[in-house]
Nanobody, 123 residues
Framework: VQLQAFGGGLVQAGGSLRLSCAAS????????MGWFRQAPGKEREFVAA????????FYTDSVKGRFTISKDNGQTTVNLQMNSLQPEDTAVYYC?????????????????WGLGTQVTVSS
């Protein structure tokens, strides 16, 4: 499975960005997918997850009500719509995929990781 994320960039506080991640490989449409992020000097943290069908989603508390995760393109693309962005959202965002969906922030649930895309929010 290969994951390619795109859509990062620079935005002012209060603005919006939409990240997308295209997955390719065998049976990838049946994989749960998610997003993690890592800010400079900080540990990687979970952001959001979505089941293979798109019917179930899970978010970390800090992004609830601001970020929305979704799937399309036959369940092979995962999107992260990020609204009301704040400087603390600045990080490299990583797309992930795993065989099993879980309402959990545990990184070990995911088998595959993309290279990441930079999101910078200026104050």
């Amino acid at each position: 499975v290969q994951l390619q994320a795109f859509g990062g960039g620079l935005v002012q506080a209060g603005g919006s960005l939409r990240l997308s991640c295209a997955a390719s490989g065998r049976s990838v449409s049946r994989y749960a997918m998610g997003w993690f992020r890592q800010a400079p000097g900080k540990e990687r943290e979970f952001v959001a997850a979505i089941s293979w069908s798109g019917a179930s989603t899970f978010y970390t508390d800090s992004v609830k009500g601001r970020f929305t995760i979704s799937k399309d393109n036959g369940q092979t693309t995962v999107n992260l719509q990020m609204n009301s962005l704040q400087p603390e959202d600045t990080a490299v965002y990583y797309c992930t995929a795993g065989r099993y969906y879980s309402s959990s922030s545990y990184a070990g649930n995911y088998d595959y990781w993309g290279l990441g895309t930079q999101v910078t929010v200026s104050s």
